[in-house]
């Protein structure tokens, strides 16, 4: 079964709002990261959170993580038309290397 | 700088036939190597991981083996193709046995089976 499930499913917002992507997941874990897909194309590492950490930023990127809740959030601040994409959550499991993805986010931003 | 190699793009098979896409991956040494696939508008499924030459862990039951013939290639096989094996193939790599599991995904194999 998956690892991390994201809501909502799809996203759509207008440039310059911001954009909350939510992920949860069922078993303890290392770190957790995000990604991003567009269209048609491999996934692009976007930023990595360890389980000890709450909270990192990567530019207009700021991630939290609550290990009590087994959830993690994405905000995308002042969102760009470029940003249009999907975004996946991706956990490793403490007990092995494997990295199993969530459903992802499928992000729209209107001009 | 590592690299990696996913071909072909796009592949357009009959069922019953075989399959054959490969991975590899410059730059790096013992990586941990990955296969997902992905379906439409869903979600990336593991299929496939490895941590070592020969090593192969299968995540889910289906039509599909993979190799590692080498420290740096991954391969992807059937023998026989099912219609639902249509999807999009990504293959990955991660520095193993360290905390810092990001993955480098290549380009990806759109596969449709007609």
């Known amino acids: 079964s998956q690892q991390g499930e994201e809501d909502p499913q799809a996203l759509s917002i207008q440039e310059g709002e911001n954009a909350t992507m939510n992920c949860s997941y069922k078993?303890?874990?290392?770190?957790l990261q995000w990604y991003r897909q567009n269209s048609g194309r491999g996934l692009v590492h976007l930023i990595l959170i360890r389980s000890n950490e709450r909270e990192k930023h990567s530019g207009r990127l700021r991630v939290t993580l609550d290990t009590s809740k087994k959830s993690s959030s994405l905000l995308i601040t002042a969102s760009r038309a470029a940003d249009t994409a999907s975004y996946f959550c991706?956990?490793?499991?403490?007990?092995?290397?494997?990295?199993?993805f969530g459903s992802g986010t499928r992000l729209l931003v209107r001009p | 700088s590592q690299t990696i190699h996913q071909w072909p793009a796009t592949l357009v098979q009959p069922v019953g036939s075989p399959l054959s896409l490969e991975c590899t991956v410059e730059?790096?040494?013992?990586?941990?190597l990955y296969w997902y696939r992905q379906a439409a508008g869903r979600g990336l499924q593991l299929l496939f991981y490895s941590v070592g030459i020969g090593q192969i862990s299968s995540e889910v039951p289906q039509n599909l083996s993979a190799s590692r013939p080498q420290d740096r290639q991954f391969i992807l096989s059937s023998k026989k193709l099912l219609l639902s094996d249509s999807g999009f193939y990504l293959c990955?790599?991660?520095?193993?046995?360290?905390?810092?599991?990001?993955?480098?995904f290549g380009q990806g194999t759109r596969l449709t089976v007609v």
């Open positions: 078993t303890s874990i290392n770190n």
């Open positions: 991706a956990t490793d499991a403490r007990s092995s290397y494997k990295l199993i």
């Open positions: 730059g790096t040494s013992n990586p941990n």
């Open positions: 990955a790599w991660s520095v193993i046995g360290t905390m810092n599991t990001e993955a480098f």
